[in-house]
């Protein structure tokens, strides 16, 4: 199965059960946990159901595309289900199904894997799911977001679609993969992993970084005060994105590092209470659905 | 009648470590719940599987027993008038149990008569009280790491999915926020995913193997593994390699499993030349692979797997694990080959970035430290002849630089669990001297309870160094350990540091290197000299109780060690040595004829001045007497503890004893004239104060206290 194949039958699939199939946020983001559709929407008591692509960037761990399957730009595909099913687990394997893995034959395993990402105070407990030894999903019921403990408990799944294509087409790296069954991921991907590693390790202009995220960072303020909740969630972002490029361009002292890390921390608590706060304002319109 | 029972609660995949915990909690809060509600049964036994927790109960009665409850109401005197009619509360009180207040009766208690009532309850039927029992077990069962789900509000290590409960064939009914209890069960997820029925807790166990493709008893997991295992290295290996079975490791696998069954695999040759101790973490690291060695005990290219199933029928499950193992065996080759463009000053520099703990410093600014008290260690050693001079101190300043340099290397940040292992192998590959790259890796020692100890005289020296550096750290930085709450396993550290002096014969002296170690910290922290006299006293009683604690395991007298603490001994080794002498002793002797003068020194002297004995005072014979056997004695005690002699000292105090007991016998101590009396007291006091030498034998507990 080519990789656009799998991203066509997971979401016809989740489509099936119920998620609303979104587009990837167009702004760049380190996990698809960072989408609103994640990040704002776990929280309260609102039901919610999505699923989506998520491309999303961790420059820190670009390879100048000579890793098999390290790179800094890769694409996740996201299921939000809150709260979270009691057949959840059934759903998951249901999905696996639905891209072709014969359950029978193969060893799919539940390894214990707790989450946590201090950047955004968020935690939770689940697993990393192994397929023959390959992780191919992160699943987690999370706990907290933004410091707030969440009720109800949402299950998070996602999945390495580059991971599990390797696994389906039988490929040793992300390289070889069919994207379609005539363009590798290769073709796609490869240049521009190149650029951007050089990018994120050599080139990224210091200086206009540590001024963005401080602009950044005062017009999330700006825009809090105003109750425009989505987006300050943009601006925090922002701040997440760029902090992450200081940190591959090695531009921070250890204090300063902790420092900007409880910055965006930070900026991710005040945003969340706010959309609690905000939806509650509204009557928490999506409880009547 | 007897029936037995079974409760299953059914799981999403528990991590491995929370199985045995869940087996163990489960099992013990039967025992109380069961005992606490009267009722009897023969053998509690509690099973688990990642995704299941199973007690059986086998023969629980039928019935509660009786029992008689005794309900106080008020006291006598407020419960009846002077006339000795009941007052209103008599009469609210027994209204309110239903009875009449010619049915009340005098209660005695500790605060004085009360009325009240004895009643006989009479036991339940066990199907009548066992839902509650169970809903309340099952809500009580707390784990270490516990989660929410959904929107539900019990907390448990994963989601329950299920819960059957079943007395011989029958249902116990009972729900827990709408999950009601069943005979279903479910068998392993992707072999038998359909709903199956428990005819009754005779046969669970069967259905869940033939039909449910399950086996619930980690115990028979493991041995299907071993029995696998042997076969593979017999029959297809030809006895010509061996799996490197590592304990741990094992344990968790079996918890990772519902039923086991073991593959055989292979790597490439290329990934060999990876030194041996890093390759087979590598190997079991992430993916829980076993890895085989050959007959030299070389890595060999093979691994095991062991998968959560019964078969590879077209071998995909064993292609896929090596395609991961080749992945990760790739990145673990990356990493050496940059590392091994970097050096141990490259690293030692990195080390300035690595916090140790907030507000205590880099894991260079520890290195720094380490120097200064490995220096101080090796002096102390020297002084009393444990070390040759000098001989060592440039080896310990070399291991101190090296020890923590691995932390920042590709490898260790990448397998954490390789500290210390990556540094020895890195620092034979630069060329250091053999004792100081095994020190890097010895330092550490021990990992774990019943771990290896040190065995070079620089991983000795500096593991000691380092524990008591990390104790006094967090004890400044109020990071000390209570009740289960351990989180940098201080007990530990603590426990490693006296069996290490005690495996090397390091008489260290414990006040010594704590106060040492507060001052290296001290030019970073303030500290107030009140506040600085506590805290070491607070480290030196914590490391003390490891000894303590030591003793307790091994069931020994712990007042013989309270009397040795009350002499001020703090030198590891000597009070050992004085431990092992006092309790053979003990033994094989009357020790009351030391303590038993000791104390009745003790009780002439307690509240009185003193000073120096006057030997032109002393006039009668059996005080002239003791006052030589003190002086003569006194010179051999004190040359014996010095020599660390201890049975001779006991020895002589039996002699001093002799001579304490005729003097008192003998001689009248609290004489008419003040100028006799304070000779005698002091007289007294210098008996006593030779007893303390060695250890303040009033506090051994002796059996019969009477004569005194």
């Known amino acids: 199965m080519n990789f656009q194949d799998i991203i066509f039958n997971l979401q016809k699939y989740w489509a099936q059960k119920g998620c609303i199939i979104r587009q990837p946020l167009d702004l760049e983001k380190g996990a698809g946990t960072f989408n609103a559709d994640t990040f704002l929407r776990c929280l309260g008591p609102e039901p919610w159901k999505a699923a989506y692509v998520e491309p999303s960037r961790r420059p820190t761990d670009g390879r100048y595309g000579e890793n098999p399957f390290r790179t800094q730009f890769y694409y996740q595909f996201q299921v939000l289900l809150k709260p979270s099913p009691d057949d959840v687990v059934d759903l998951y394997l249901g999905s696996l199904k639905s ?84 363009i590798t991921y290769k073709d796609v991907q490869m240049e521009s992993e190149k650029q951007w590693s050089r990018y994120n390790f050599e080139d990224a202009d210091i200086d206009m970084l540590l001024d963005l995220f401080e602009k950044f960072e005062k017009e999330f303020n700006r825009v809090t005060r105003k109750d425009l909740v989505f987006v300050a969630h943009e601006y925090v972002l922002k701040c997440s994105h760029v902090f992450n490029l200081l940190d591959a361009r090695e531009a921070f002292s250890v204090a300063e590092r902790t420092l900007y890390i409880s910055k965006v921390r930070n900026l991710a608590k005040i945003l969340c209470s706010l959309y609690v706060k905000q939806r509650e304002k509204l009557g928490y319109p999506l409880l009547k659905k | 009648m007897e029936k037995d029972f ?508 704590v106060n040492f170690s507060i001052n290296t910290y001290i030019d970073k922290l303030s500290l107030t000299g009140t506040n600085k006299e506590k805290i070491i006293i607070e480290i030196k009683n914590f490391i003390i109780a490891r000894y303590r604690f030591l003793l307790e395991k091994k069931n020994k007298r712990l007042d013989i060690l309270e009397a040795i603490l009350g002499s001020g001994c703090t030198s590891i080794v000597s009070i050992d040595l004085r431990y092992k002498a006092i309790e053979d002793f003990v033994n094989n002797n009357d020790v009351e004829k030391i303590s038993l003068a000791m104390i009745r020194c003790r009780n002439i002297i307690k509240g009185k001045k003193y000073s120096k004995v006057n030997a032109k005072l002393l006039s009668e014979e059996y005080e002239k007497r003791l006052y030589s056997v003190i002086n003569k004695k006194g010179k051999s005690v004190k040359e014996n503890i010095d020599k660390g002699k201890y049975s001779n000292v006991l020895l002589d105090f039996t002699d001093l004893g002799k001579n304490i007991d005729d003097f008192f016998d003998n001689v009248l101590v609290m004489d008419g004239e003040d100028k006799i009396r304070a000779n005698r007291i002091n007289l007294v006091k210098s008996a006593a104060d030779l007893y303390m030498l060695l250890a303040d034998f009033s506090k051994l507990v002796v059996e019969n206290n009477s004569k005194m």
């Open chain 1, 99 to 182: 891209i072709g893995i014969d359950l029978k034959s193969h060893d799919i395993r539940f390894v214990e894997d707790d989450w946590q990402s201090p950047t955004i105070g968020a935690a939770g407990l689940g697993w990393e799911v192994w397929a023959d030894g390959m992780e191919i999903t992160q699943f987690t019921y999370f706990q907290q977001m933004g410091g707030l403990t969440l009720k109800p408990v949402s299950a998070e799944l996602t999945y390495g679609l580059e991971r599990i294509a390797m696994y389906l087409q039988d490929k040793d790296s992300f390289w070889e993969l069919a994207w379609s069954d005539d």
């Open chain 2, 6 to 513: 079974l409760l299953e609660i059914g799981v999403e995949e528990l991590p491995a470590a929370l199985v045995d915990e869940g087996i163990h909690k489960l099992t013990r809060l039967f025992e109380e719940r069961l005992n606490q509600n009267r009722i009897n049964f023969d053998k509690i036994k509690t099973y688990g599987t990642p995704r299941r927790l199973t007690t059986m109960v086998n023969n629980i009665s039928d019935t509660q027993k009786s029992q008689e409850r005794t309900i106080t109401g008020p006291p006598e005197k407020i419960a009846f008038n002077a006339d000795g009619s009941p007052t209103k509360a008599a009469v609210g009180f027994a209204k309110s149990l239903k009875k009449k207040v010619e049915d009340l009766e005098k209660i005695n208690t500790e605060r004085g008569v009360y009325i009240g009532i004895k009643i006989v309850e009479e036991g339940k039927s066990i199907e009548e009280i066992l839902p509650n029992i169970l809903k309340d077990i099952i809500q009580s069962l707390s784990f270490s790491k516990q989660m929410s789900w959904a929107n539900y509000s019990i907390r448990f290590a994963r989601p329950i999915r299920w819960i059957a409960a079943l007395l011989g064939k029958e249902i116990i009914k009972f729900d827990i926020e709408g999950l009601h209890s069943s005979n279903n069960t479910f068998g392993h997820r992707t072999l038998s995913p359909e709903l199956l029925l428990i005819k009754d807790t005779d046969s669970y166990k069967k259905l869940l193997e033939d039909k449910g493709k399950v086996v619930i008893d980690p115990a028979k997991r493991k041995k299907i593994i071993l029995d696998v295992i042997n076969n593979i290295e017999k029959n297809r290996w030809k006895n010509n390699f061996k799996v490197f079975l590592d304990e741990d490791l094992l344990n968790e696998v079996v918890n990772l499993v519902e039923i086991p069954n073991v593959l055989a695999g292979s790597f490439p040759e290329e990934f060999l030349y990876i030194p041996k101790d890093i390759l087979i973490k590598a190997i079991q690291y992430h993916q829980k692979y076993f890895a085989v060695l050959d007959k030299k005990e070389e890595v060999s290219t093979k691994f095991i797997v062991i998968q959560n199933g019964t078969s590879d029928p077209n071998r995909e499950i064993i292609k896929g694990n090596e395609r991961v193992l080749k992945a990760r065996l790739r990145d673990a080759a990356f990493f050496y080959e940059e590392d091994k463009k970097h050096d141990f000053s490259f690293w030692f520099g990195k080390l300035r970035g690595v916090v140790f703990y907030s507000g205590l410093g880099s894991i260079y600014d520890k290195a720094v430290r380490l120097k200064k008290m490995c220096l101080h260690i090796a002096e102390l050693l020297e002084k009393s002849d444990t070390l040759e001079k000098s001989a060592i101190s440039c080896k310990l300043r070399r291991a101190c630089k090296l020890c923590k340099c691995d932390l920042v290397t590709n490898m260790v940040v990448e397998f954490p669990q390789l500290q210390g292992i990556v540094g020895k192998e890195y620092a034979k590959e630069k060329g250091e001297k053999p004792d100081v790259a095994e020190a890097i890796f010895e330092h550490y020692l021990p990992r774990f309870s019943g771990d290896i100890l040190p065995d070079t005289t620089i991983g000795s020296i500096l593991s000691i160094a380092d524990k008591v550096d990390t104790i006094c750290g967090m004890f400044l930085a109020e990071n000390i350990p209570t009740g289960s709450e351990d989180p940098f396993a201080l007990r530990r550290k603590a426990s490693g540091v006296i069996l290490t002096a005690l495996r090397k014969k390091y008489d260290l002296d414990i006040d010594s290197m």
